[in-house]
């Protein structure tokens, strides 16, 4: 069995003897330009279109958990894979975890007001504040998948009223689901903090405007763990400056890196991140896809399959 594996910044010379480990008997190869030799499967993230074009493979495996970079890139390059061969994603690998600490200590970060008694310190105010009740901080999850439900098990376990938004229902135990756009109006009336965990489709793009944050309770957060593309920036911004938002937690961003001039860096109630809330853990990502290559070769049912119509 012959893998090529192409990832702009990950280091080969930590993958490729681990990926070798766990599948004993593949010829497993960086690939680079101007390799046209046969390959089974394919590893990537950012492929450069000649990788992957022309070539018949049983099966891609993006090295993350969001395929939006290679679907759009699809999109612009059909002939860069042929539909019958499946994609692949990560499931969780090691991320679920990352977002668990993420989200819970940024919810607990705002709700014991330690932003707010940051601000009073730079003043050197002492001052007691009023406790937040937890009845009034409902926790609204945008995306109830693989890291969407396991931020809401986490934060569950904090006693936080709970709901999700998905595309259907969900059984998930301490949370109200909901679910499409007839109930998304219903899913935002009341939330506190929206946490983003959606994939980047056109059906979510732009998803968090002016409209969806009005919908939200009053003095609310939002948490986007997501895509930027997924936030309106210019409507954050002036839904922090209405005072509608109290704050905004944001790991990813319309560009990336965000531009040194963005008034995003400025705003003194919001908090970022460069893109990590979850990275691609090795060990456990290449242990997904050394079970789901051996599944495939077994012919048995895998998970992680992408939905390339769907967007995710
Ligand atoms: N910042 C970071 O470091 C990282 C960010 N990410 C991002 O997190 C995203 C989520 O990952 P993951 O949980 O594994 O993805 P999943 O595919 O498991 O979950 C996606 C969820 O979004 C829901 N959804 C999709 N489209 C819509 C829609 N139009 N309306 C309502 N709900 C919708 C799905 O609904 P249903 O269940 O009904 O299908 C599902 O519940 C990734 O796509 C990636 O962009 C991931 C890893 C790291
Ligand atoms: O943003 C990271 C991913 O895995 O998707």
Known sequence: MEIIFYHPTFDPACWLPALRKALPGANVREWRKGDDEPADYALVWHPPVEMLRGRELKGVFALGAGVDSILSK??????MLAQHIPLFRLEDTGMGLQMQEYAVSQVLH????FDDYQALKQQARWLELEEYRREDFTIGILGAGVLGAK????????????????????????????????????????????INLLPDTP???????????????DNSYIMNLARGVHVVENDLLQALDSGKLRGAMLDVF?????????????????????HVAAATRADEAI????????KLERGEIVNGRVDRVRGY
């Open 74 to 79: 699809l999109k612009a390059h059909p002939e």
């Open 110 to 113: 705002w709700f014991r007001r």
């Open 151 to 194: 931020v809401a098990a986490s934060l569950s376990a904090w006693g936080f009223p709970l709901r999700c938004w998905s595309r259907s229902h969900k059984d998930l135990p301490g949370v109200t689901s909901f679910a499409g756009t007839e109930e998304l109006g219903e899913f935002l009336h009341g939330t506190r903090v929206l």
């Open 203 to 217: 059906a979510t793009k732009g998803l968090i405007d002016l409209n969806v944050i009005n919908q939200l309770a």
């Open 254 to 274: 319309s560009r990336e890196p965000l531009p040194a001039d963005h008034p995003l860096w400025a705003h003194p109630r919001v908090a970022m991140t460069p």
């Open 287 to 294: 242990a997904f896809i050394a079970a789901t290559i051996g």
